[in-house]
């Protein structure tokens, strides 16, 4: 691991917006737009990153070879669906495959000390797709390819994929469940879709324990995230030790999103975002990407975006330990997930 500069790497293309889908579909090319009228802004902090595809032995890390095939196929005969939920157009595969190939190298920039962090502000998402299929708008799984990278490439041995897009999940869960190396820990909307993301959903085999689920009732909002990421992601992150932070971060927890029911605010993700700088800062040398998943409002996606980039560049202090009153949702999960973990993360519960 090389010397740290300020620099954020950052990864935007306009071809990430040559995906697109029927008319009226959340996740659409204008998500960028958003986010991009907030980057503008801060452009001496950034070192744009040249993107490029992703090969198919980089996918087959992590996805089967009919997985690949079905989108390609899927591509060839666009527009379609591949569920209810997932369009393919003629462009599709390309731009997907480059999504997967560009956060890999901002991954694997930031693993090396070429950036200090990175942002990938790329389309499509990518944490519901699965290791035998496309689902819930993602194609291709970028976290999860950017963790088999570091491992593969660079022999990063312990990573923390946290994971506060409003929806859990299921892909990134499912590729890492068994892996003690990748500690994979989610906040989310529960019962919500994708329907998985229990909090006793803790890993299995080897990989007990390096799952770590905080499901939270709708209406939750910046105490309940932030007191999730102090008592709960906070010690477990401790505990174990990363040497680097992938953050899925989607912006649908805000209070204006249109798919989802939770609060938060711009204010919010800041808060999120300087716990998370300050772990990585602790752990692992600042060496933290954040990865764009959901966020259908152009509000919460703008509010989210700048409280983000604030918090990398200004690094303000961390916001002070959330109170949990007795009986509140947020004791409630605290209590759930802390039992689940006893045995693997004794301090959770503690900020
Ligand atoms: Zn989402």
Do not use: K
């Not at 090319?29 to 950034?46: T, Y």
């Amino acid at each position: 691991m090389g010397a740290t500069t300020d620099i954020i790497g950052l990864v935007e293309d306009p071809r990430f917006r040559d995906h697109r889908g029927p008319d009226g579909h959340p996740e659409r090319p204008a998500r960028l737009d958003a986010i991009d009228s907030v980057l503008a802004l801060h452009r001496p902090n950034f070192r744009v990153l040249e993107p490029r595809p992703a090969e198919d032995d980089e996918l087959l890390r992590v996805h089967t070879r009919e997985h690949l095939e079905v989108v390609s196929e899927a591509a060839s005969r666009a527009p379609t669906q591949i569920d209810a939920d997932t369009y393919v157009c003629a462009q599709s595969h390309e731009v997907a495959r480059l999504a997967a190939g560009s956060t890999i190298d901002l991954a694997l920039a930031v693993a090396d000390g070429q950036v200090r962090q990175g942002i990938a502000s790329v389309r499509p998402p990518g944490h519901h797709a699965e290791a035998q299929g496309p689902m819930g708008f993602c194609l291709f799984n970028n976290v999860a390819l950017a963790v088999r990278a570091l491992e593969t490439e660079h022999r990063v041995e312990r990573i923390l994929v946290l994971d506060w897009d409003v929806h859990h999940g299921n892909g990134t869960q499912h590729s890492f469940e068994n892996s003690p190396s990748v500690l994979y820990a989610s906040t989310h909307q529960f019962p919500f879709y994708p329907g998985t993301g229990a909090a006793t959903e803790a890993g299995i085999e080897r990989g007990l324990g390096a799952t770590l689920n905080v499901p939270l009732p709708p209406g939750c909002g910046d105490e309940e995230y932030v007191g999730a990421l102090q008592r709960l992601v906070a010690p477990a992150a401790r505990a174990f030790q990363p040497q680097m932070i992938l953050v899925s971060c989607g912006f649908d927890a805000h209070a204006e999103d249109p798919l989802a029911s939770m609060q938060v605010t711009g204010p919010g993700f800041g808060h999120m975002s300087a716990i998370v700088r300050e772990l990585a800062e602790d752990l692992c040398d600042g060496r933290l990407v954040f990865v764009l998943e959901g966020g259908y409002a152009e509000s919460g996606l703008r509010a989210g975006m700048q409280a983000l980039v604030s918090d990398l560049i200004d690094r303000p202090l961390p916001p002070p330990a959330t109170e949990v009153p007795p009986g509140s949702a947020l004791a409630s999960v605290i209590g759930a997930v802390s039992e689940v973990h006893a045995g693997h993360f004794p301090g959770l519960g503690q900020a």
